[in-house]
């Protein structure tokens, strides 16, 4: 009897002693990560590459194209086991000459309008000049008859609520209008949708994104609004609801490329076939630099990728460095990926991507099976004490949505978004708003998870 | 015994209304501030008087007389019970002409370096041509024989640490240098001190700061180098060790003047003898423009009283909202505040300031009686919802420091610090650097706590 006491108290002490190194193991590696990142991450040249010397890159422009190949040779320096290209189709959309819009003012002056074509809308054929209807609400639109709609504008002015916490959470509550705005408009007969731009700033700066179109619904122009200018729009409208506005756009669509998706891989040392991705999107609007949206992105992948190649040991299973193309516009770049991924029944663990700004990280959002989503939580209470281990349902990255049944648990890093919506998608997008501490972190964040889920399993 | 039972259910039942009724209520008021916060807090227009009309503000100048008249008028115009100013005696003292410096590089080439007096330095009288002794310890420093730092300057390098997940740690670690390296440099023989600036970004720009002379030690001159100056000079030093550095520096320190903290009170209407403080300071540094520091804390002071004065009935304590003169070259309007307190025998339940930069608010850094402490820390889960909870030790208040004794705790606003350092007394703390939703959300916290600490006591 006693022989065996003794054995299992060994036994216990065994186990004990070495589930405490594996946390300590644990939390070494994580303080290696931030130690080695906030000393040595070449995160300031990177973004300055990226955003000065290539500048914005929308899909299908030679930035773009620049990008890619900038990528590809950051990635082979790092020397993983892998790096190559995955051919994408895209859609190429081209704003053309700036655009120009006025309203006519009492006394018949002029008043410019600040605005930028939505990403994918049509031009306007010469100067479209057509009265405006302005809504704000979906419920609002739908109430109107006909006739008060045909043959004009509709003009979208709700608001973000400044009352939400995260800005990011009011930007998806008003983001239908920019989204949609051009079909239900056209169903009613407008010729034309203005859409308020999302941002809370008060400022002339609009904003553009991604519209779509309807088959069997006319194609008609979408453009942005700056927020004084919608402001003033509105109050113009209160005194004269028959002014008209002037819109001229020379956007257009061109036939589809082929660009590429850029993807590094470092092959795990015991599950080669069990996948973790970390990624971030390649392309951006076509104004301000692509500085947050999502240059941060494309930098933290890389350092995490370089991170990785800095433990002594490879990780247990396949890390993967995605950098996507076309986000902006049909996220082509990851449906491909997750195509390619099914064909080749791959096991993916973990989709992470980083696409929130890259301002101070905050933690992770989620969606995935409960018991990844419950080991995901505890990996995440290592992050806590460098005050990132917040993690909340529903993630926020456009490219991994194509992963959704492909991978156990969908991650987006997730930032601070005060300062994002002041920039998102417009001229102010540049180097100068970023921090480069703050996007640091955000890679080492990533970079812990994706380690966390490659050493420990789901 | 039945109705015994059927009273003391009665009564059970009544005190959990009560008790859910009030915690109803704390989170209606809160939401309250929130919401009116974010839709109506004049703060971009407050920040741009103060930032854009009015100027950097340092203790003496006219930019800070006028800020004062400027913050009263503010104040007035909320009519709170009583609005006054406190006179205080403050030190002045001016840069003068420009700062020059320079080192002669191999080949007899000049090459410029980029400095700032501290603040309180004498002059240099005409150019001050020396060798330097770089120390990066005071160890260092201490283990020097005399004759290798007499007639020399002592460079003070020690870097802020970059490990460090908040940069407020690495600077109140590093400041030491700026504080006391011309005492410590004059006591070996030193004719003058150059610190690296306490910043942890790679630029350009010196970040000037008070520095102490001490009482039979000879006042050596003291400026801050850009970290970039302060690399170069490093490396050239390693190729050259004789190699000597030049520097003219005009500032003054002129007789005392009287200037004012000023005040404003909205007296409780239960318990007017028992006081809340919120506050933050008046004057900045001479370079910039004084926006995050600390600009963005007398709007929050500013707005704090707005909402207080949007509430219906009035708070059950007093509440002054103070507005401290010289905080950043002596605390003499802290000082002054406190002492009369002291004199009036007034009881101060809490003392809270703001002065950490005014960007993501994340929660108070608090030191007081335990008791008060753990009052605090439960009413601070009101604010978790925000993102505000977090309760950490050590205060970082300088103008609250002197109501140690005189207040049960003393509170600052806690943000999150990545941006603060890469402009802090620098030309670079400017208006654009700031997000006005962060600056509000701070006012709010503060006010919040404000308010609980007045309803709830301590």
Redesign the interface.
């Known amino acids: 009897m006693k022989y065996w006491i003794c054995v299992a108290a060994v036994f216990l002490l065994f186990r004990n002693l070495s589930a405490q190194t594996t946390h300590e193991d644990k939390k070494a590696t994580i303080a290696h990560f931030?130690?080695e990142s906030?000393?040595n991450a070449p995160i300031?040249a990177h973004l300055h590459d990226l955003t000065k010397q290539i500048g914005h890159r929308i899909s299908g422009s030679p930035q773009a194209e620049a990008a890619v190949h900038w990528i590809k040779m950051q990635l082979e320096a790092l020397r993983p086991d892998s790096v190559y290209l995955q051919a994408v189709n895209i859609p190429v959309w081209k704003r053309g000459p700036k655009e120009k819009a006025f309203i006519q003012t009492a006394g018949h002056s002029l008043q410019q309008m600040q605005v930028l074509a939505l990403g994918g809308s049509v031009a306007t054929k010469g100067t479209l000049r057509a009265e405006v209807v302005e809504v704000k609400s979906w419920a609002e639109l739908s109430a109107l008859p006909a006739d008060k709609v045909k043959g004009k504008f509709v003009f979208y002015n709700r608001a973000m609520d400044?009352?939400k916490?995260d800005?990011f959470e009011a930007y998806l509550e008003a983001v239908d209008q920019r989204s949609i705005g051009a079909i239900e408009a056209a169903k009613k007969g407008a010729v034309g949708a203005l859409v308020r731009s999302l941002t809370?700033a008060?400022d002339d700066y609009p904003h553009t994104g991604a519209m779509q179109y309807a088959n069997g619904i006319s194609k008609i122009p979408a453009a942005a609004l700056g927020t004084r200018s919608a402001d003033l729009l509105s109050q113009k409208l209160k005194d004269r609801p028959a002014l008209r506005f002037s819109l001229e756009m020379h956007c257009s669509t061109l036939p589809e490329i082929v660009s590429n998706n850029v993807i590094a891989e470092i092959t795990g040392a015991e599950f080669p076939d069990e996948f973790i991705t970390i990624g971030a999107h390649i392309d951006s609007w076509d104004v301000g630099e692509g500085a947050s949206d999502d240059a941060t992105g494309i930098v933290q992948t890389i350092e995490a990728l370089r991170l990785f190649k800095t433990l002594a040991s490879k990780p247990k299973r396949s890390i993967r460095f995605i950098f996507y193309m076309n986000e902006e516009s049909g996220a082509h770049g990851g449906s491909k990926y997750a195509s390619a991924a099914r064909e080749n029944e791959e096991k993916h663990l973990a989709s992470i991507e980083s696409d929130a700004g890259g301002f101070?990280p905050?933690g992770f959002r989620i969606d995935g099976d409960p018991q990844a989503v419950d080991q995901i939580t505890a990996y995440s209470s290592l992050l806590s004490?460098?005050?990132m281990g917040r993690i909340l349902p529903k993630h926020r990255g456009v490219d991994i949505v194509a992963m959704k049944d492909l991978s156990r648990v969908l991650l987006s890093l997730d930032c601070?978004s005060?300062?994002l919506f002041?920039i998102h998608h417009s001229e102010l997008d540049t180097l100068d708003k970023l921090?480069y501490?703050?996007v640091t972190?955000g890679a080492v964040a990533m970079t812990v998870m994706a380690f966390l889920i490659s050493e420990y399993g789901l």
């Open positions: 931030f130690n906030l000393t300031p400044p009352t916490i800005p809370l008060k101070q905050v004490q460098y005050g601070e005060h300062r002041d921090n501490r703050e972190l």
